[in-house]
């Protein structure tokens, strides 16, 4: 029996449109978009099928849109009786992951990922923070050169996206500061990010705060499937340890390289991407190149999974 894992995107992964084919191929999930649209007291679904690149880029729309999006997805495998062997999400999509193995209602996470884009947004004024992704898999080298700058202001590895994509976050004048010391340890390529706000680092702490409101009055139950947090880049089944980890998830990075290490030692060999996009699949090849990884990033691929 192949060992496999099921993944949810995070942040970056939408784009107009997305939702659109699974809602029309698919009347069981027609309920979902209905019960997004009705907690979140908007027409989320409108937005997905018809709004723009730009609404959905602000960040308290984006969130709760893929969620949704992945969620359906993720509702037609269970129909079909598919179980994974372990479950994980990209920041963001730690929610998925978490609905899908039951920890936590749609209805509850729906509601929540708005508001956590939402504080995420409002933690940082605008063009006071910053991010940049560094192409090199010298991970010490890069933690060396941001606690070097440090003295600027807050700056820190946000994602550990893959070997040859590490992303830092901070104060903008922090993460220039940054960018200038690895440039002159002889890293050259060094791309900064079009981003709202400087995710994943110390600036988020007051949206971590603004959001332990919001966790502590959701039931968490026990996870029926393990669930690789991104904060430990370890199984978590625990619904208490599992909120906790939510919370520590905001000023913390992603561990997304840690992640698929562990699950390689775990012995899966089989990652499948939901949708949107094929972000993940990408990430899990350059990690982990022996590999098999499938990206539902539309209803023909889902089909083609799932068989006659």
Not at 56 to 69: M, S, W
Not at 113 to 118: A, E, L, P
Not at 142 to 165: F, L, M
Not at 177 to 206: D, N, Q, T, W, Y
Request: aromatic share 8%; charged share 20%; glycine share 8%.
């Amino acid at each position: 029996m192949v060992a496999w894992a099921l993944l949810f995107p995070g942040q970056g992964s939408q784009f107009p449109g997305m939702g659109k084919d699974i809602f029309e191929a698919e009347p069981s999930v027609r309920e979902l978009f209905a019960h997004a649209d009705e907690h979140l007291g908007f027409s989320l679904s409108k937005l997905c099928f018809e709004g723009t690149e730009e609404e959905l880029k602000r960040t308290e729309i984006t969130q709760p849109a893929i969620l949704t999006v992945s969620s359906a997805y993720g509702a037609v495998l269970q129909a079909a009786g598919l179980t994974p062997d372990f479950v994980a999400g990209h920041s963001l999509g730690e929610y998925s992951a978490l609905v899908f193995a039951g920890a936590v209602s749609f209805k509850d996470a729906v509601r929540t990922v708005h508001f956590r884009g939402k504080y995420m947004q409002e933690a940082v004024p605008e063009g006071q923070g910053a991010m940049a992704a560094v192409i090199s898999d010298d991970t010490a080298l890069i933690e060396a050169g941001c606690r070097e700058a440090s003295a600027a202001g807050v700056v820190s590895v946000a994602n550990y996206n893959a070997p040859s994509q590490i992303v830092i976050s901070g104060k903008k004048e922090a993460v220039d500061r940054a960018v200038e010391v690895l440039k002159g340890k002889g890293l050259r390529k060094i791309i900064p990010l079009k981003v709202s706000a400087p995710f994943h680092c110390a600036l988020m702490e007051p949206a971590a705060m603004r959001l332990r409101a919001i966790l502590d009055h959701i039931d968490f139950k026990d996870a029926a499937i393990p669930v690789v947090t991104n904060v430990d880049a370890a199984p978590q089944t625990s619904g208490k340890v599992l909120r906790d980890s939510l919370e520590r998830q905001v000023p913390s990075p992603v561990k997304w390289i840690q992640t698929i290490e562990f699950l390689k030692a775990r012995g899966v060999t089989r990652f499948v991407e939901v949708a949107p996009g094929k972000v993940l699949s990408g990430l899990v090849s350059k990690i982990y190149p022996e590999a098999e990884v499938i990206s539902l990033s539309d209803v023909s691929a889902l089909n083609s999974f799932l068989g006659p």
